[in-house]
């Protein structure tokens, strides 16, 4: 199974990696939504020349065809994501593969493809974006390292540094955040929290 770091950032656009990859990110995920093809691709491959320079390895949400083409380390899919998938496609070319989940019928979908990780959430309530799950608590956790077993387990949603300690505790292997970071006042010192907390 992949070694991967214990915490991983989520950023829409190769402007954050540039700013925040110095501090010594080593796992991160590139979002880009509602954009066109051509610039996405741009944002994909200027993300991914960061990464080769700073030694961390990219995660492309949804773009697998991208990823693909410029040999990302990994694509991350969401269960809409995987309808229009060729997930065989992903596994020829050697990317490693990350899914979301949010219930019990998700996770078995999942598990069935043999993920290189798996995500739960929103652990806590979130603002990033209106899902329609209600917040999933550290209890959920630990049930779901139960059933994935070996296959490292993120959890996302509305995390923070505080949050951190009691996910790992509760059975997470991989702490993931978004606004935490991209909406606090000084994003490279909460990067920098970051990393104390979870290495």
Known sequence: ????????PIFDSADWLRRLLPHGIRLVQL??????????????????????RHGCQLIVNDHWHLAIDLNCDFVHLGQEDLDGADVAAIRRSGIKLGLSTHDRSELERALLLNPDYVALGPIHETILKKMKWKKQGLDRITEWKHLVGSIPLVAIGGMTVERASAAFEAGADIVSAVTDITLNSAPENRIDQWIAATR
């Open 31 to 52: 979002r880009v939504k509602d954009r066109p093809e051509d610039e996405i691709r741009g944002e994909i491959t200027a993300a991914n020349q960061l990464c080769q």
């Open 1 to 8: 199974m992949t070694r991967l770091d214990r915490f991983y």
